[in-house]
């Protein structure tokens, strides 16, 4: 099931706990002891600068699929997600999202970016597997780090091995487990990214979604329709689940979109944002046809969201970020951030997820 830590940082007791979630969500992940180390690290220092700079803030620590999928059954990574409503990291220019080299996920040593960065944060760049945050004048800062078992192969061409996917998830009231889930699977040349909204919440929601994840997991070259025909099945005798699955065909460039209950899902391409509609439902407890499936081209700009509706149907997309240039994670951390301001206090689990082939921009 999806276990959150949602750490509130304010001081040094928000550092030190900030570093028990790591050691937590590493062991769930599996890493080795080196590798649960550095996610340690990489959560205290991100902590540490919280205090210092944006004087507070939280971080999300989770298990999440690997930023490029590279087949069903991925072991899971550490993502260390921090966000502040601070003045903006005071080492990075305004407005600055340090991109990810294609071979490790951090921008390359020898690049100015790196250099822009403060001890603390760079320490995070070359101890993770892949680094990224956003700051602006005003508004705070998001970063993003991940530690897997092994670095990031490098990504070869725009196929496959080039898309990028990322979420952040945000449970109620800072509860242990989520009932949203996300998870992307690859398939060859087709990549799917799926986001599942338990009904309700707490444990028995968060078992209908992870239930989603598992069942997806097993059949990652279906198209949505008849991937939702299959999740039914998979969910029945539990509390059933919102889904929305969305299949990408690196080869043919065509995007495939379904979804059943009330799951979000927007496409930027061409400079504008178009909603995507899912079919009312839930998946496992109505036995009921599958909803049609929508095509659309897929753009070297597009970039794919898809969101619980812990957040409103009319959020509006971080200003100053510019898709699909910036990291999907650091794109969905900004969007919750902003959606509830400082106040922080989600209505419900609240998950959003992304995904995009473009490289990120180095220049």
Excluded: K
């Excluded at 898809?306 to 994670?329: C, E, I, N």
């Excluded at 959606?339 to 609240?350: E, K, P």
Aim: aromatic share 4%; hydrophobic share 45%.
């Amino acid at each position: 099931m999806t276990r959150v830590w949602d750490v509130p940082v304010e001081d040094a007791a928000g550092v030190r706990a900030a570093r028990s979630a790591a050691e937590e969500a590493a062991a769930l992940a599996g890493l080795d002891a080196p590798r649960g180390a550095d996610a340690v690290t990489v959560a205290s220092e991100l902590a540490a600068n919280l205090v210092e700079h944006a004087g507070g803030g939280r971080l999300l620590v989770e298990a999440v699929p690997p930023v490029r999928p590279a087949g069903a059954h991925d072991a899971p990574v550490v993502q260390i997600a921090a966000v502040d409503h601070g003045p903006g990291t005071a080492e990075t220019p305004a407005g600055r999202d340090f991109g990810t080299d294609g071979a490790t996920g951090t921008p390359r040593d020898g690049h100015p970016a790196v250099r822009t960065l403060g001890s603390g944060l760079r320490v995070c760049h070359r101890v993770a597997d892949s680094f990224a945050l956003h700051a602006a004048p005003g508004r705070g800062t998001a970063a993003v780090a991940r530690i897997g078992a092994a670095p990031v192969l490098p990504a070869q061409s725009a196929g496959p091995d080039a898309v990028r996917t990322g979420g952040i998830n945000v449970p109620l009231g800072g509860a242990a487990l989520s009932g949203d889930a996300w998870t992307a699977v690859r398939a060859g040349h087709l990549v799917t990214l799926m986001l599942a909204d338990g009904l309700g919440h707490g444990p028995e929601a968060a078992r209908a979604s992870t239930a989603a994840v598992e069942a997806l997991r097993e059949v990652p070259e279906l198209a949505p329709a008849a991937a939702l025909r299959h999740l039914g099945e998979a969910l029945r005798g539990t509390r059933g689940a919102a889904v929305a699955l969305a299949r990408l065909d690196t080869r043919t460039g065509r995007l495939l979109f379904a979804g059943l209950g009330n799951v979000g899902a927007r496409l930027y391409t061409g400079g504008s944002w178009r909603t995507l509609l899912s079919r009312p439902g839930i998946v496992g407890v109505h036995r009921r046809a599958a909803p049609p499936e929508t095509g659309l081209a897929w753009a070297p700009d597009a970039v794919l969201v898809l969101h619980s509706d812990g957040l409103p149907q009319r959020w509006t997309p971080p200003a100053g970020l510019r898709p699909p240039a910036v990291d999907p994670a650091v794109f969905c951390a900004v969007t919750v951030r902003d959606t509830f301001g400082s106040a922080a206090q989600v209505r419900d689990d609240t998950a959003v997820a992304a995904l995009t082939t473009t490289p990120p921009d180095l220049s």
